[in-house]
């Protein structure tokens, strides 16, 4: 049966240290000094992230490295959101000689082959984010994308209907839809939103995810669709480049997914209505847990799940000092 880990921000520690050999203690009550060295200590472990331009990634990466401080030796492969350069790094790990491999795939369709030569080669592999489509891995690090999105098109309507607007237009701005990720957030928003009877017009996919492509989008959702009420935008900087290009107009109201120090800025100043927002810091912990306690010998619950902060212009006051913790790390 398939057992899920949940993890929230007041178990990271612990999460970060269970299964690992730490300054020579282990989770078997080995004595400080000890000589018992485990696989997972000097260990080389790698990680494929899609791409180090993008915030969430570089925060992902320095929650695997923060957690293999001292324990294990982490190499950070860049992809450039190259789904060949992603192979190739996975190939270049390989060779080397990596004893695991941590990845975040492009999409969830490129995925499989990462994993198959992987397997080939004897290298156990742990899945931070987004997901594959197939394919043996040792565990999946994971968002609940569906719910968190669910409450943020729940949060749009609250939100327009307490301005008497019942009815309207919505647009999405997503990230791939070949990524189960995407499709999770595209179906966990669109729920709510055409339950209470909005209708949501478009999807436009990201390719770059840039500021300047959700800018061009937004402008073009808003000569398109001039009775549009609101927007969500599925990644940070698809919500930065949305602002620049409503430039502090009140509707259509926007809503998003994941966060940087921008969006924090957003919501705090109120351009931006809220934002369900992962925590990729703990992402990265988990993930190098998994591999160390795979590596030691230890079972690992096949998916790990990290909650998400979901952050508003109402309650960010409260919990920005969370967010800076375990949401985004520079």
Not at 30 to 41: F, H, L, N, W, Y
Not at 155 to 180: C, F, K, M, N
Request: charged share 20%.
């Amino acid at each position: 049966m398939k057992r899920t880990f949940a993890i929230t921000a007041a178990s990271a520690l612990a999460v970060t240290l269970a299964g690992c050999s730490v300054d020579g203690q282990t989770d078997s009550g080995a004595d400080a000094g000890s000589d018992t060295v485990t696989a997972c200590q000097d260990a080389n472990i790698a990680y494929l992230t899609p791409a180090m331009s993008i915030s969430f990634w570089r925060s992902l990466s320095i929650g695997v490295e923060d957690a293999a401080d001292g324990v294990a030796n982490v190499t950070v492969y860049d992809s450039d959101n190259s789904q060949s350069k992603q192979l190739q790094n996975a190939q270049d790990a390989i060779t080397s000689g990596v004893d695991g491999i941590i990845i975040s795939p492009t999409d969830s369709a490129s995925a499989p082959a990462v994993l198959e030569i992987a397997a080939e080669a004897g290298v156990p592999v742990v899945i931070a984010d987004i997901g594959t489509e197939s394919g043996d891995y040792v565990s999946f690090v994971k968002t609940d994308n569906e719910a968190a999105a669910e409450e943020a098109g729940a949060y749009l309507v609250e939100q327009l209907q307490a301005e008497g607007i019942d009815s309207g237009e919505v647009a999405i701005i997503g990230i791939s839809q070949s990524r189960q990720n995407g499709k999770d957030r595209t179906n966990g928003f669109t729920g709510p939103v055409e339950a209470a009877g909005y209708e949501v017009v478009t999807l436009l996919e990201s390719a770059d995810y840039t500021r300047s492509e959700g800018l061009t989008f937004t402008q073009d959702l808003l000569s398109g669709y001039p009775d549009l009420v609101g927007i969500f935008t599925e990644h940070d900087e698809a919500s930065q480049g949305a602002l620049t290009a409503l430039d502090g107009a009140e509707t259509p109201l926007l809503v998003g997914f994941d966060g940087s120090p921008d969006t924090l800025q957003s919501l705090k100043d109120g351009t931006m209505a809220a934002a369900a927002m992962q925590q990729p810091v703990l992402m990265g912990s988990a993930s190098f847990d998994a591999m160390c306690s795979y590596l030691d010998g230890e079972d690992v619950d096949e998916e790990i799940a990290v909650s998400t902060v979901f952050v508003t212009r109402e309650n960010v006051e409260d919990i920005e000092a969370e967010v800076q913790d375990t949401v985004f790390k520079e």
